[in-house]
């Protein structure tokens, strides 16, 4: 026997083999011998090959990951299509937020179509110089945490992609202020609020009950919170008619989402702050998910100002429920993908028991969770975006494929693609009666008696009529 080693170029075969010591066992040895360094050989090849196309990782099928620069286009290339038959879409998000399975699941929707061509850059490359960066007809970029949006920045006004979200809108997604600025600019409707902006020297007064900001007044219950839209830590102050006290909301930690307090913290001496008339919502918060002016996903939750705990699945997943969308709700989530040019975009809605509707937050980009469905049709709402964006003439009907016809015979050729559908319950619509009524005695039967046939004659004019008689004087004699 023989020990083996390893080695990060080359992957050595190594064999044990019981032989006899005679012409034939060394032979046997030799062939043995030649066999492994002919493998080890084609081994070691194989790995040149790989190491050729440097920087190029695929684990979903036509996906590909580039971990090193400069980047080799045609090592990705499935099909090495020519540039018009296909659109290049390159991601830059967080190496975090790509491995998460809301977006694995949208990049492997978006990969079953053969005319996009999907690039993912690792976050390691980010600080890199954005003209090695790859090439590409639609950037998929979004901002969290750590984020290099400067660089992305740069990328774009280097090669000016389409892009599904707006980069320079998501700066302004940072400030809440900026938000409801813009939300008010695109008539989307929201609590009524107050800004204490203190960098522009603005006015706090705490009176009974109340606030009140450069004289303007307003009442408790009130929402309060930071114009950093990256600090989570809310505040709900309520008024000593309602039993006084405050409700921290702040990140889901386990299964808290928010926490009581009987003594309310002071409102603070520094900072900034929007001061937002509370909404009663019946317990219910309602998260919108859009792809798209056209597409929207809504789904209900407990809201966490009820007692702060989170109501989870089975697999642990926040409980959420599907939410029908009004038409002045779909709407409202038209002017926020509009207002803010955020194509892929979450925002949160309040509907009122006056069947009013207001946006208190919108997050940017933002994916549902579980729903399958979705991911079905926002990957659909995404690829006709990128196509009409880029490459128009790659947009095919997919609603309608009339069969080819036959020039010489005129007969219809049935070679024509088809389209399968699968049939999902969406929605069950009930017609319920209550049983609580006496039963109707009645009974039918078909008579020749000559004064039933006289009495149906005296009541009606015109044979065929059907006639009721409810009253015992219409019977006559």
């Keep these: 026997s023989s020990s083996s080693s390893s080695h990060s170029s080359s992957f050595p075969i190594n064999y044990c083999a019981m032989i006899n010591t005679d012409q034939d066992g060394f032979d ?46 045609e090592a990705c290339r499935v099909d090495k299509k020519k540039k018009k038959d296909y659109v290049t879409l390159l991601v830059v998000a967080m190496e975090k937020k790509v491995r998460a399975k809301p977006m694995q699941r949208m990049l492997t929707s978006l990969s079953k179509y053969p005319e996009l061509h999907i690039i993912v850059l690792a976050e390691s490359l980010f600080g890199t110089d954005v003209e090695q960066w790859p090439l590409c007809d639609c950037l998929i970029a979004f901002y969290s945490t750590n984020y290099n949006l400067d660089n992305v920045e740069k990328y774009y006004e280097l090669r000016k992609p389409f892009v599904l979200n707006s980069l320079g809108m998501q700066r302004q997604l940072f400030d809440r202020r900026d938000v ?11 609590p009524r609020h107050i800004i204490l902006d203190r960098e522009r020297g603005d006015v706090l007064e705490e009176v009974e009950d109340g606030i009140k900001i450069n004289g303007e007044f307003l ?56 001061f937002e008339e509370f909404l009663a919502t019946g317990g219910t918060d309602i998260k919108v998910y859009t792809c798209g002016p056209n597409y929207a996903h ?28 009004s038409a002045v709700e779909k709407e409202i989530a038209k002017r926020v993908v509009h207002g803010f ?4 975009c ?22 549902v969770k579980k729903s399958p469905h979705y991911f079905e049709d926002s990957s659909k709402s995404i690829h006709r975006m990128v196509l009409l964006a880029c490459a128009k003439h790659l947009l095919r009907d997919t609603t309608k494929k009339p069969r080819q016809t036959n020039r010489r015979t005129g007969n219809r050729s049935h070679k024509a693609a088809t389209i399968n559908y699968t049939p999902e319950l969406r929605c069950v619509v009930g017609i319920l009666r209550h049983g609580d009524r006496t039963p ?15 009495l149906y004659l005296d009541l009606t004019e015109k044979v065929g009529i059907e006639i009721k008689i409810k009253r015992r004087a219409r019977l006559g004699k």
Excluded at 180 to 190: A, H, L, S
Excluded at 346 to 367: A, E, K, P, Q
Aim: proline content about 5%; some cysteine.
């Design 219 to 274: 009442s408790k219950p009130f929402v309060m919170k930071p114009v950093n839209a990256e600090d989570h830590n809310i505040f709900i102050y309520f008024s000593t008619h309602d039993g006084g006290g405050a409700q921290h909301l702040f990140r889901k930690k386990k299964d808290n989402a928010s926490t009581f307090l009987p003594i309310p913290p002071e409102v603070p001496k520094d900072g900034s702050y929007i």
């Design 28 to 73: 046997m040895l030799e062939t043995l011998e030649t066999v492994a360094q002919s493998l080890n050989s084609n081994v070691n090849s194989m790995l040149q090959r790989t190491q050729s196309t440097a920087g190029v990782q695929s684990e979903i099928k036509g996906i590909h990951y580039v971990t090193e620069l400069p980047y080799d286009k």
């Design 346 to 367: 979450g925002f949160d809605l309040l509907r009122t028991g006056d069947s009013m509707s207001y946006v208190c937050d919108v997050n940017g980009w933002s994916f």
């Design 180 to 190: 409801y600025r813009i939300m008010e600019e695109n008539n989307i409707p929201t």
């Design 341 to 344: 040019q955020q194509n892929v």
């Design 440 to 454: 109707k005695e009645k009974v039918k039967f078909t008579t020749s008696c000559k004064e039933l046939i006289d």
């Design 298 to 325: 809504a789904e209900g939750r407990k809201a966490p100002v009820v007692d702060g705990k989170v109501l989870r699945d089975r697999d642990g997943k926040e409980l959420r429920c599907p939410i029908l969308l």
